[in-house]
């Protein structure tokens, strides 16, 4: 609809960004030694980092391997999974419009994509795009659309409106990636090109970023590309790349030090590069400024353990630390780990970059030298937020609510095991399917790999995917007056009540049975 409003071509500026030497000498003393014993206690296979200090790429450098208990090194031109630190190029290509005046950050979504939908009429008329990026819609997760079913981008925000509100609008600070799909394909329907394309053309080429991708599919031939790790039964084992292009906006992007660095200078610069605007000041500084207040507690407090103040900014986390704003992102997908960090006022920044799911390890190098920039007293960063991570998993474990339910032995389920066979619907997450195969039960749920439900007491069963990092799951089959199955409720984000579709009769194995071709 708004994508003639403005010509693209003519606004691209390529600029020639300068490569990092190969070979540098440590800026700090001590530094290489530090990471080297911090991969050892977090146990993580690899990093690469990268530091910026005015308008020069002092350090680069690869540590560890690719792959454990495999000789292969990582290098600055490693290609890592970026996870959400892809959300301030979202932003930022959202900038570049409001540049353009294509576009402005209070520009209601359903000016931009009119078919846009909120589960309450009201937020659907009044939800902007920055309302989009600031995790102030009133939305829980939701994650499994993306991260469990095959969905396009556009389909995923579609489906936002069949996800109820788990507080007020605009009252509460609650990270959602799905709002931020949303926003990508607002970029995509104001430009006329994908969000994809648009990265590309506006800000990887004239960066200098050859080696970053918003897809997994760009990684077949792309050299030195770092295995995922993730920790299965206290065991720390390599793991498959995962195709997450419908997350796109929130977090799709795979990058390398030395690309990523190229990113950092552009904010350093208030958008400009070798003098030359991409991004207006402007702009960038509204980025970096805060929009929504983050209560400091939980997972937040652990990776900002020392600031006083946290808020999100448009695509960034912004907070002090020692008497300076600190803008930063972290990322966690594909079971990698990395984070962004800037102190603009110091002309300053750090990427860390790493092969292994959910460590924290990458925010504790960040404070290090930042620290050491700032000539702050020597704290030993990685120990300290070690013992707050682990501290933070016996929490969550010994959480009444994440507890399984205690089994009553004895019990069989009320139906013949044949009886609960067939498929499920959920307006917003689609279609499951149970199955029956030689007296037992299979669940197919989405993309993830298929589990036996083992019956654990009553009507409830067991599922789970130990190969994916995940929890058990718990199933429960729900009867109607008539002793049919009328629903089934999985204990996942929250409990997703699947509803029996009666068109489909119960099935055992067959062609027409895989979900991803029926929904």
Not at 123 to 129: D, F, G, I
Not at 340 to 364: K, R, S
Not at 463 to 477: D, E, S
Request: hydrophobic share 45%; proline share 6%.
């Amino acid at each position: 609809m708004m994508s003639a409003r403005v010509a693209f071509g003519a606004l691209a500026v390529h600029l020639a960004a300068p490569a990092p030497a190969e070979a540098q000498r440590e800026p700090y003393r001590g530094l290489d030694a530090y990471v080297d014993a911090a991969l050892t206690l977090w146990d993580v296979p690899g990093l690469a980092l990268a530091i910026v200090r005015n308008d020069s790429v002092i350090y680069t450098k690869g540590y560890g391997r690719l792959q454990a208990n495999k000789p292969e090194p990582v290098t600055t031109r490693t290609i890592f999974a970026i996870g959400s630190t892809t959300k301030a190029f979202t932003t930022a290509a959202l900038a570049m419009l409001v540049d353009a005046e294509s576009l402005r950050w209070d520009d209601p979504v359903t000016r931009v994509i009119p078919w846009f939908r909120m589960y309450d009429p009201y937020v659907t008329r009044e939800l902007t795009v920055r309302d989009l990026v600031t995790h102030r819609s009133g939305l829980a997760r939701g994650d499994a659309v993306w991260s469990a079913f095959d969905y396009s981008r556009d389909e995923v925000a579609r489906r936002v409106r069949f996800l109820a509100p788990t507080w007020s609008f605009r009252s509460t600070f609650a990270y959602q990636n799905l709002m931020y799909v949303t926003a990508g394909q607002v970029v995509a329907h104001v430009s006329g090109r994908t969000w994809d394309d648009f990265l590309r053309e506006r800000l990887f080429v004239p960066l200098g970023m050859t080696s970053t991708s918003t897809s997994v599919a760009a990684l077949t031939n792309a050299g030195s590309v770092a295995s995922p790790h993730m920790r299965v039964s206290d065991t720390l084992l390599p793991v498959g790349w995962q195709n997450v292009d419908d997350v796109g906006a929130a977090g799709s992007m795979n990058s390398n030090a030395v690309d990523m660095a190229q990113w950092v200078r552009l904010h350093l610069n208030e958008g400009a590069l070798a003098g030359e605007p991409l991004i207006s000041a402007t702009q960038v500084r509204e980025m970096h400024t805060p929009q929504m207040s983050v209560r400091l507690a939980g997972p937040w407090l652990v990776r900002s353990p020392e600031a006083h103040l946290l808020s999100y900014g448009l695509g960034w986390f912004v907070q002090d630390h020692r008497g300076k704003a600190l803008v930063q992102h972290s990322g966690n997908v594909n079971a990698m780990s990395a984070v962004v960090g800037l102190l603009p006022e110091e002309h300053f920044g750090v990427v860390v970059l790493t092969n292994a799911a959910g460590t924290l390890l990458p925010n504790a190098l960040m404070y290090r030298i930042l620290d050491l920039h700032l000539r702050a007293p020597v704290k030993d960063w990685s120990a300290d937020m070690r013992a707050r991570a682990l501290a933070d998993a016996e929490r969550a474990r010994s959480n009444p609510q994440r507890q399984p339910p205690e089994r009553v032995e004895g019990t069989r389920p009320s139906l013949p095991i044949e009886r609960y066979a067939g498929a499920y619907a959920d307006s917003l997450y689609g279609r499951v399917q149970v199955l029956e195969e030689g007296g037992r039960l299979v669940l197919a749920f989405g993309m993830r790999p298929e589990t036996e439900l083992e019956h654990y007491h009553y009507d409830t069963f067991r599922a789970q995917w130990p190969a994916l990092g995940l929890r058990p799951h718990f199933v429960t089959f729900a009867l109607d007056a008539r002793g049919g199955v009328a629903d089934l409720q999985i204990d996942a984000e929250g409990d997703i009540a699947f509803k029996r579709d009666a068109s489909t009769p119960p099935a055992g194995r067959g062609a027409e049975d895989s979900p991803r071709d029926q929904e």
